[in-house]
């Protein structure tokens, strides 16, 4: 059973920084893209940063040149390092992979979701 775990969200004040986490575990054989999602309340869900097994990277206009994403295959770990964080960052942060399990086909997986708050 693969599942994704995220951790690292929170209340941070406008200006601040935050490091989301999210760590994939159970019968993974490998991982091709990951990466970040988040949705707004009253909003669809939308790609914040995503990360190919190569480490090519993509990101929303919206988030260029504060986030940086980051992935740790040996701990199978993606990262969402949030700089100058705005009231508008504020949503529920899910993490997204590709991944095949040891027996298995390539599948789409999604965490639980984090709460991150930028407010003052």
């Known amino acids: 059973q693969v599942q994704l775990v995220e951790s690292g969200g929170g209340l941070v004040q406008p200006g601040g920084s935050l490091t989301l986490s999210c760590a994939a575990s159970g019968n993974i054989f490998s991982i091709r893209t990951t990466g970040w999602y988040r949705q707004a309340p009253g909003l669809q869900r939308e790609m914040v940063a995503t990360?190919?097994?190569?480490?090519?990277?993509n990101y929303a206009d919206s988030v260029k040149g504060r986030f940086t994403i980051s992935r740790d295959n040996a701990k199978n770990t993606v990262y969402l390092q949030m700089n100058s964080l705005k009231p508008e960052d504020t949503a529920v942060y899910y993490c997204n992979a590709d991944i095949r399990a040891t027996i298995g086909r390539w599948r789409d997986y999604w965490g639980q979701g984090t709460q991150v708050t930028v407010s003052s």
């Open positions: 990360v190919t097994s190569g480490g090519s990277t």
